[in-house]
């Protein structure tokens, strides 16, 4: 049994290495190309960092595993609020009272009830996926109208060149040669389905020797797997007094997972919806998204206390998962 979880890890690290040179290598050929940087951060980054996740997603379906792609996506929800923004906590206050998110956590919670009021359809078809992504373009569409304005007022108040616009974009480099972008690029599209592959066969296995199901996987060690970046950045920030904008990447991060990950992956396949999810899964995430009130409008830090707490409730939410 050391061979699967070996496979499994090597799998994960593939994934991450993979959606970061794609990242890197999209971003650059974008801004080389001449589409704008606002663009880019909106689009080409959000889907480029979410990529593990969705071809985590894709593959289970194609594979005739389902239950590990919603597992992935809820599981991943729920350690990124209780997990992501927990740990750190534990080490350093998260100065999370001067998030400016109000709109964009409205927007995920919107998402969130979507998503559930799909799920009681029995599973995501193509009509659901299709409902999803609409609901994802509006989101788009509203971040970049509002970010445009944003910056129209700052530019009001103070000339800002376009090279601060392209050096505030994840995974810039102005300087890159294309030789390297395109082997960004290689890596990324090889890296990814690759990863992808390894992970969720292996995963599945590691659930057929301890006899439980592909969901359970897919809630604790894949969604888990798929947080540690996020928790490791979020970690490094709290210890750098830099975590300040922890809380709007969580809320952007799940609401991005909601609409698009199992938005792309209804399409290519049904994703039926087992009563344990109904039953439990989803609230559990809708409650976790819910803790997040006193953050967002109460102007609360995520203390050492919080961090307690959040830590906790995902520890037993994973006992009672794995029982």
Same mark, same amino acid.
């Given at each position: 049994m050391i061979m699967p979880w070996l496979l499994s890890g090597l799998g994960l690290v593939i994934l991450l290495l993979g959606g970061d040179a794609l990242v890197k290598g999209a971003v650059n050929l974008s801004l080389r190309v001449g589409i704008p940087a606002l663009i880019v951060s909106l689009t080409i980054v959000a889907f480029g960092t979410s990529a593990p996740e969705l071809l985590i997603s894709v593959n289970a379906v194609l594979e005739g595993k389902p239950g590990l792609a919603l597992g992935n996506v809820v599981g991943s929800n729920t350690a990124n609020i209780l997990l992501v923004l927990g740990v750190p906590a534990l080490l350093a206050r998260l100065h999370t009272s001067g998030c400016q998110c109000h709109k964009t956590f409205l927007y995920? =919670?919107?998402? %969130? &009830? $979507? #998503? @559930?009021?799909?799920?009681?359809?029995?599973? #995501?078809?193509? %009509?659901?996926? @299709? @409902?999803? $992504?609409? *609901? $994802? +373009? #509006?989101?788009?569409f509203d971040a970049f109208r509002d970010a445009r304005q944003h910056r129209k007022a700052a530019a009001a108040m103070a000339l800002a060149a376009t090279e601060d616009d392209e050096a505030d974009v994840e995974g810039a480099d102005p300087d890159m040669p294309w030789w390297q972008i395109i082997l960004f690029l290689l890596l990324g599209l090889i890296g990814l389905p690759l990863g992808a592959d390894l992970l969720v066969d292996n995963a +599945? =296995? =590691? *659930?057929?020797? #301890?006899? /439980? +199901?592909? *969901? /359970? =996987?897919?809630?604790?060690?894949?969604? $888990?797997?798929? +947080? &540690?970046?996020?928790? *490791?950045?979020t970690v490094m920030a709290a210890l750098r007094k830099q975590a300040d904008v922890a809380l709007g990447n969580v809320i952007g991060s799940n609401m991005f997972n909601l609409l698009a990950i199992i938005g792309i992956t209804s399409l290519v396949g049904n994703v039926p919806v087992t009563p344990s999810f109904l039953q439990f899964d989803l609230w559990v995430m809708l409650g976790a998204s819910l803790l997040l009130i006193p953050f967002v409008f109460l102007k609360q830090d995520i203390g050492k206390a919080w961090g307690i707490v959040l830590t906790s409730l995902y520890l037993i939410y994973i006992v009672i998962v794995l029982i």
């Open positions: 995920m =919670i919107a998402a %969130t &009830l $979507l #998503f @559930i009021g799909l799920a009681f359809r029995g599973a #995501f078809d193509v %009509t659901a996926g @299709i @409902i999803l $992504l609409a *609901a $994802l +373009s #509006f989101v788009l +599945s =296995i =590691i *659930a057929k020797a #301890f006899g /439980v +199901s592909d *969901a /359970v =996987i897919g809630l604790t060690l894949v969604a $888990l797997g798929t +947080s &540690l970046p996020e928790l *490791a950045t």
